[in-house]
């Protein structure tokens, strides 16, 4: 089974802080993403990478940016944290572009700022 | 502008009975389309998908039925049990485009026992 793995699954940080969120992926995956769930908005994509340093915004990447320095690790980074990006961060990984079963997903990370 | 749209925020549903859960899309060039189920503290999981070549597909106690005239799928749970309670996405893909999957915002599906 594929596993994608969040290094956190909670945390709580300051306004202004510089956050690091870490992701990896067991499966070989070219294709990684990180979106953000919040209630009543589903799930917003912020970026996306379908290779190693190769990077995409997404609908919502205001505020933070990304890092792929291996093909098993996608990093989110929250260069100053205030807290309207308090919310459910979701890493996944697909095979390729036509991956039938779509994306692979972490179990989240709950940041709050305060 | 949301181009993948789950109008019910919720539905309840009685053990044993038939849950339909919607979607509606704006965007012709979506070919792919995905039902994911979330439970509460984990991350989404794949449920069933369908190509835009196909108006039904079935695994199990799930179909997808696609309607591309209408721009509209849905889901049919049968028969629902208990521990199909969660928040249920539709995610579509434009395959010949970018990577990217857009997914609706969500429905929470409460099945009664």
């Known amino acids: 089974d594929v596993k994608v793995t969040q290094s956190s699954r909670y945390l709580v940080k300051r306004t202004g802080e510089k956050v690091f969120l870490e992701c990896v992926q067991d499966?070989?995956?070219?294709?990684m993403f990180w979106y953000r769930q919040d209630p009543g908005l589903g799930l917003r994509l912020i970026y996306f990478?379908?290779?190693?340093?190769?990077?995409e915004k997404g609908d919502i990447p205001e505020g933070y940016s990304v890092s792929r320095e291996k093909k098993e690790r996608f990093s989110l980074i929250l260069e100053s944290a205030s807290t309207n990006q308090t919310s459910m961060y979701l890493c996944?990984?697909?095979?390729?572009?036509?991956?039938?079963?779509?994306?692979?997903f972490g179990s989240g990370t709950q940041l709050s700022v305060l | 502008d949301q181009q993948v749209k789950q109008n019910s925020p919720s539905l309840s549903v009685q053990e044993g009975r038939i849950s339909i859960l919607n979607c509606d899309y704006t965007?012709?060039?979506?070919?792919?389309f995905l039902w994911y189920k979330k439970y509460p503290a984990e991350g989404p999981t794949f449920l069933i998908s369908?190509?835009?070549?196909?108006d039904k597909n079935e695994d199990g106690r799930f179909t997808v039925f696609l309607n591309k005239s209408a721009k509209h799928l849905s889901l049919h749970i049968v028969p629902s049990q208990p521990g199909d309670s969660a928040v249920y996405f539709c995610?579509?893909?434009?395959?010949?485009?970018?990577?990217?999957?857009?997914f609706g915002t969500g429905t929470r599906l409460k099945v009664l026992a």
């Open positions: 995610a579509a893909s434009d395959t010949s485009g970018t990577y990217k999957y857009i």
């Open positions: 499966m070989d995956h070219e294709n």
């Open positions: 965007n012709s060039m979506f070919d792919y």
């Open positions: 369908i190509s835009s070549i196909k």
């Open positions: 996944a990984s697909s095979l390729s572009r036509l991956s039938l079963k779509g994306l692979f």
């Open positions: 990478s379908y290779d190693v340093k190769m990077k």
